[in-house]
């Protein structure tokens, strides 16, 4: 968030998977397009999360996945996505440095 802010750029979040083959599907047929990928590079910062990467937390964190608390030793942005729009799918999200969201590591 901290470059998108001094780029003065909205963020683009885009929820992808190492496993995903779908994702790669978008990418390739939408997102690698030149003039697609020329209008988001100019026009937004990129975080790309992989909902499927495994990281370690410092320490453990209690989340809520269908309706009951669990407890998490790795970064689950899955959940995240699940929350936000109910499903676990490839999904862009826009964002403004403004609104004071934060993104995991800013």
Known sequence: M????????????????FGCVNCRKMEGAVLDEPNVKAMIEDNFTVIK????????????????????????????VEILSEQRWNKRAHTLERRTPESGDKIDGE
């Open 2 to 17: 901290k470059v998108a802010r001094e780029a003065g750029k909205p963020v683009l979040v885009d929820f992808s998977g």
């Open 49 to 76: 999360l992989m909902v499927d990467e495994k990281k370690n937390l410092p320490e453990p964190i209690t989340v809520k996945e269908y309706g009951k608390d669990i407890e998490t030793v790795t970064v689950k």
